[in-house]
């Protein structure tokens, strides 16, 4: 049976407060865990991907923790551009490169017509891309995003994206010829990759890309290691730490001394600093079996159920005899079903509270309006406003 938590005063005054659901984001949290990817991973600069939760005051957080990051909009874009935009071109430290990589590899003419003028780093995958780069924004410097394994990844990728490494050399040639600049290579191992065979070969698949280039007398100087980054969901979760050291070792085999690393962590750092409250607000037997409806759902902050292939978590504040509960959401939409295998106390009422941890990444971010309902309510606690 799930241990029910206890209701402290101090969480009964944020829900009187602000009502339910609602969307705790812990930026201390946040600040650990972008201090616990820097610590094991000292060489590579985090560019935090802010689609795992765009929400404003995180990207000022990191900001101020000496975070970069990696957009894939124009408004996500901006959204980072407006803390570098007053600093001098001059400061290395500033430039757009070192804070923001924009790592969709296919961008509209108007955004590329856009970002031109910012001089930006920006992946691409295919030769339609050089040629609209070349077009609408030939100031670009460019990283060609490869192929990888994502074998066993909660979210693949490489079916979208990545050009297949047989076609790297002749794509970085094509960017040099058409007079634009390679500046290095980029992969992603799929979502919540526990599986770290995938860095290890995509490593090696970069280093076979990226020697040949230098090879050739490009002069490639950085490489994107990507997202992927696993959070302890569970106690299966492989350890950040054991990845981290086949990280190093293994980019200090393949790759010069000399070079850049970047990696785009995204639930990595926001997914544990979140918790969600939700409320009871219906309860009925159907063929059996307890339905709890609450009033926050997949179209909502539970997204993740559908985008993200998340497996949602429930915890009670009231002891009783469980049971495997449904809990679906609150919408007039059969398909809004958050779980429908939950262990829950059965005597739980409409008006009683359930709390889900590790709710930080791909939930709020992928959240709709649908139906009418706003969504829920995001507090920010320990976050330092004097800050970025
Ligand atoms: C290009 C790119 N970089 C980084 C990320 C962040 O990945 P993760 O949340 O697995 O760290 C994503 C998201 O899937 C992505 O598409």
Known sequence: MKKELEMNENLLALIQEHGTPLFMLDHDKLRENYRTFKKHLPRIQCYYAVKANSTQQIIETLFTEGSSFDVASYREFIQ???YIKHFERKAKKYYVWDKIIFSNTIKDRHTLAKIKQYKPLVTYDNAAELKKLKDHCDTAGLVLRLKVPDIGSQVEMSSKFGAEPGDAASLIQQA???GLNVEGVSFHVGSQCTNFDNYAQALEISSEVFHDARKK??????VDIGGGFPV?????????EKLAAIL????K?????????LAEPGRFIVATAATLISEIIGKARRDGKIYYHI?????????????DHWIPNFTAFKEGPSEICAVVGPTCDSFDKISLSVELPANLEVGDFLFT???GAYSTASSTKFNGFEGAKIVHLNFDESAA
Request: hydrophobic share 40%; proline share 6%; aromatic share 18%.
């Open 80 to 82: 980072v551009y407006q």
């Open 217 to 222: 007398g490009f002069g490639l100087n950085l």
């Open 295 to 307: 009033n926050d759902g997949v179209y909502h902050t539970f997204s993740g159920v559908v985008y």
């Open 176 to 178: 040099f010829d058409m």
């Open 232 to 240: 302890p969901y569970d106690t299966l979760v492989p350890q950040f």
């Open 248 to 251: 190093n070792a293994e980019i």
């Open 357 to 359: 941890e590790n709710i």
């Open 253 to 261: 085999r393949l790759f010069p001394d000399d070079i850049e690393i």
